[in-house]
C-alpha cells in the first residue's frame, strides 16, 4: 500500500518520473566510495528544474530526506541515498543549451556527463579545461558540487574556476537562476560559491554557465623517471619557471602505483625498462606555431644534463602521449587488480609530500606487512592519493585503523583531509582534523539557515 507520501509525490510529478522500493535499479543505490548500498524510498529522475522545485518543497513539507545524484562517481559518499529518503538523479536534465563563442561560455544542464561538455566545446574551437578520469560518467553537477580538481588543476584551477553562472533549487523548492554570463559581477555576495564544493547539502544545481577557453594548438607530454622525491621538486620549479602558463600537468606517481598497475593490466606498457625512485607525467599546451614539443624537450634535456631526471619518454604521436595517460587513468581499475581498497585523497605542503609518502608506506606495512600502499597525485596542486589494500583481509578491509592513520599523519603535517573529492560520509569523522571549530560551527549555521528542516542530503559533511 502506497503511503500519503509516495501517492502525493507521483500525482506531484509528471508521468514517468518517480520509480518506488524494488523497482529502483540498485545502480542508485550506491556511489563509487564502496560504503554498502541502500535502496531509497524513492526515485525520482526529473526533467526541467521545475520538476525539481516540486520534488523539494514536497519532501521539505513531509521532511523526507533527499539526496541529489550525478554520475554516482563519488568517491566520498556524498550521495549515497538515506534510507527511507528519495534520491533525485539528474540524469534526465542533459544537455548542451547553448554555446556563446563571443563571451566564451557554455550553458549546460546539470546532469551532462563531463565528456559531453568538453567534445562539445571542441566542436566549438574552443576547450573546457576540467578533466578527470571519471569524465565519460560523472555529470557537471556533481563536479560542482564537490568542487572537482582533476589533471589540469595546475593551469586552470578546480571545477569552481570554471563558473560564470548556476541556477539551483534550494531546500524549500525555490529556484534561483542567475546564470551570469560576465567574468566581472561584484553585486553583492557571490552566492553561487555557496553551492560549488557544498556536496548537494544546501542546494540542488539544475543549470550551469561555464567558461570555456581557447583551445591549445598544441600538446606535448612526456613521462620522466627522476631518483628521488627532491629531484620531483626541482623538476616541478623548473618547468613552471620554464614553461610558464604552458605547464598544464604535473601528476606524480611512485613506484608502488606503477608497478601495481602495469603488473596487473597487462595492456598497460611500463614507460621504462628500468626502474626509478618517482615517475613524472608532465605536460605542456600552448599556441606556440611551432608547437610545445621543443619547449618541452629543451627544458627536459637540461634537467637530463643535470641528473635531476634519469631518464624521459616524449609521447612523439597523440597516441604515444595517450598510452602515457593511461597509466595515470587506470585508477578506475582498482577493482579488478586489487579488489578493495581504503582510498584516500589528501593535501599537503608539496615539499613535504616525499616525506609523507615514506611514513605512509612505512606506518601502513609496519602494522599490515603484505599491504599495498599505491600514491601518486597531482602533485602541482599539493594533492596526494593513497590507496591501501591489505591482500590477506579480503574483502574485509581495515578501513577505521588505516584512516585513523592516515588522517593522523595528515593533521600531524598541517594537510587537508581532502583535497578534491570531498567529505560526503566517509571522511565525515576526520573533519575537525583540517577545520577549526569555528569553521564548522558557522558552515552548520548556513546549513541550518538555508535547510532548517536538515531535509536536502543529511548527515554529509558533518
Ligand atoms: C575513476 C575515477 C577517477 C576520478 N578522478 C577524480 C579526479 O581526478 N578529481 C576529482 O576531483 N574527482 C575524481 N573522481 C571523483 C568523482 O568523479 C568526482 O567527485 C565527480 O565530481 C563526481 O561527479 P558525479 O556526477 O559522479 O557526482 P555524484 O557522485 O553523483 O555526487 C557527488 C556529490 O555531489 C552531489 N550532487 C550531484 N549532483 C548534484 C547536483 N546537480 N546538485 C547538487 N548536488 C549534486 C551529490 O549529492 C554528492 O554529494 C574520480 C572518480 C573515479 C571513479
Known amino acids: 500500500m502506497p503511503t500519503t507520501f509516495e501517492l502525493e509525490l507521483q500525482s506531484a510529478l509528471p508521468d514517468n518520473t518517480v520509480t518506488f522500493g524494488e523497482a529502483i535499479e540498485s545502480k542508485y543505490w550506491h556511489d563509487w566510495s ?270 637530463l644534463e643535470d641528473g635531476v631526471v634519469n631518464d624521459v619518454v616524449i609521447g612523439a604521436s597523440e597516441r604515444d602521449a595517450k598510452e602515457l595517460w593511461a597509466l595515470r587513468d587506470s585508477v578506475s581499475e582498482y577493482p579488478k587488480v586489487l579488489g578493495a581498497v581504503i582510498g584516500f585523497d589528501i593535501g599537503l605542503p608539496t615539499t613535504l609530500m616525499g616525506e609523507a609518502v615514506d611514513r605512509v608506506q612505512r606506518e601502513v606495512k609496519a602494522q599490515w606487512p603484505d599491504a599495498h600502499v599505491l600514491c601518486y597525485g597531482h602533485i602541482g596542486d599539493s594533492n596526494l592519493h593513497v590507496v591501501v589494500n591489505v591482500p590477506s583481509a579480503g574483502a574485509h578491509q581495515p578501513h577505521s585503523e588505516v584512516d585513523a592513520l592516515v588522517y593522523e599523519l595528515v593533521r600531524s603535517m598541517g594537510g587537508t583531509i581532502s583535497a578534491e573529492h570531498g567529505i560526503g560520509l566517509v571522511k565525515k569523522p576526520f573533519l575537525s582534523f583540517t577545520r577549526s571549530p569555528e569553521e564548522i560551527a558557522l558552515m552548520q549555521r548556513i546549513k541550518a539557515a538555508l535547510d532548517p528542516h536538515n531535509v536536502l542530503n543529511p548527515g554529509k559533511v558533518f
Open 34 to 303: 564502496g560504503l554498502a548500498p541502500v535502496q531509497p524510498l524513492a526515485l525520482v529522475r526529473p526533467r526541467t528544474t521545475q520538476d525539481v522545485s516540486i520534488a523539494m518543497a514536497l519532501c521539505n513539507e513531509r521532511r523526507i530526506a533527499l539526496v541529489p545524484q550525478g554520475g554516482l562517481t563519488g568517491l566520498a559518499g556524498g550521495a549515497q541515498p538515506v534510507a527511507g529518503g528519495v534520491a533525485m538523479s539528474l540524469e534526465r536534465m542533459s544537455g548542451v543549451e547553448e554555446i556563446d563563442a563571443v563571451m566564451g561560455t557554455m550553458t549546460v544542464l546539470a546532469g551532462t556527463r563531463l565528456s559531453e561538455i568538453q567534445d562539445a566545446a571542441e566542436a566549438a574551437g574552443l576547450y573546457f579545461p576540467l578533466d578527470l578520469g571519471a569524465r565519460g560518467s560523472c555529470s557537471i553537477g556533481g563536479n560542482l558540487s564537490t568542487n572537482a580538481g582533476g589533471n589540469r588543476v595546475i593551469r586552470y584551477g578546480m571545477a569552481r574556476d570554471q563558473v560564470l553562472g548556476l541556477e539551483y533549487v534550494l531546500p524549500d523548492g525555490t529556484i534561483v537562476s542567475s546564470l551570469n554570463k560576465m567574468i566581472k559581477n561584484n553585486a553583492g555576495y557571490d552566492l553561487k560559491q555557496l553551492f560549488i564544493g557544498s556536496e548537494g547539502t544546501l542546494g540542488i544545481i539544475t543549470r550551469v554557465v561555464l567558461r570555456l577557453q581557447a583551445k591549445p594548438i598544441s600538446v606535448a607530454t612526456a613521462m620522466c623517471g627522476c631518483p628521488d622525491y627532491e629531484a620531483v621538486l626541482t623538476l616541478l620549479k623548473t618547468a613552471r619557471a620554464k614553461l610558464g602558463p604552458s605547464l598544464s600537468a604535473f601528476e606524480v606517481m611512485w613506484p608502488s602505483f606503477v608497478d601495481c598497475m602495469t603488473n596487473g593490466l597487462p595492456q598497460l606498457r611500463k614507460p621504462f625498462a628500468e626502474a626509478h625512485g618517482v615517475y613524472v607525467l608532465i605536460e605542456a599546451s600552448g599556441f606556440r606555431e611551432e608547437g610545445e614539443s621543443a619547449h618541452l624537450e629543451a627544458c627536459l634535456s637540461t634537467l
